[in-house]
């Protein structure tokens, strides 16, 4: 089982680092480490067991933040109380993005980001997610609002960006009055 210790900081200098595409079939070895991905993020939205496992709550979570730099990602949804969808999407890419933008009101968070961050992160309110699933079947996802934003998030992370990247500096809520909040 993943722990807290086992994910990147933001101040290790791997999360800059460009993930590469993978090659299939998948070795024995990411099968293993998506599972654990897929069991750390499923278990750290259920309190009681993110309580028992000392987890921080994620949804998302790139390769890279375990320091494996290839280019997937896995992301486990709670579209309703206790009732996930899990994604898994390797070698992705945005092959369609709405005109909308949209930021999360309380801020984005991070698993490799252990502190509150002020400011918003501009992102799609829709976006078209190409890849290939777990074995190496093209799949397109179509994502809208949080699962939009967590796909963007995991994305950047594999092109070495992390949010807090995102957001300006002097101007932490700049743009805010031309983006919706969700």
Not at 7 to 23: A, C, G, T
Not at 48 to 56: C, F, G, I, T, V
Not at 86 to 95: E, L, Q, S
């Given at each position: 089982m993943l722990k807290?210790?086992?994910?990147?900081?933001?101040?290790?200098?791997?999360?800059?680092?460009?993930?590469?595409?993978?090659?299939f079939p998948l070795t024995k070895k990411d099968k293993d480490l998506i599972n654990k991905m897929i069991e750390y993020l499923h278990d750290s939205q259920i309190e009681?067991?993110?309580?028992?496992?000392?987890?921080?709550p994620g949804m998302g979570m790139a390769a890279i933040q375990l320091g494996v730099p290839k280019r997937y990602f896995v992301v486990v949804n709670e579209y309703d109380e206790g009732q996930f969808e899990?994604?898994?999407?390797?070698?992705?890419?945005?092959?369609s993005n709405s005109m909308e933008q949209i930021y999360v009101e309380g801020g984005e968070g991070c698993l490799s980001v252990n502190r509150p961050v002020e400011g918003i992160v501009p992102r799609y309110a829709r976006v078209t997610v190409e890849g290939?699933?777990?074995d190496g079947k093209k799949i397109n996802v179509r994502a809208r609002e949080e699962l939009a934003i967590a796909f963007q998030h995991e994305i950047d992370h594999l092109n070495g960006i992390l949010f807090t990247d995102k957001i300006d500096k002097k101007n932490p809520f700049k743009g805010q009055d031309e983006m919706r909040a969700i």
């Open positions: 807290n210790s086992d994910i990147l900081d933001e101040k290790d200098k791997r999360l800059k680092l460009i993930s590469k595409e993978v090659q009681e067991l993110a309580e028992k496992y000392n987890l921080r899990t994604y898994v999407i390797i070698n992705p890419k945005i092959i290939y699933d777990i």
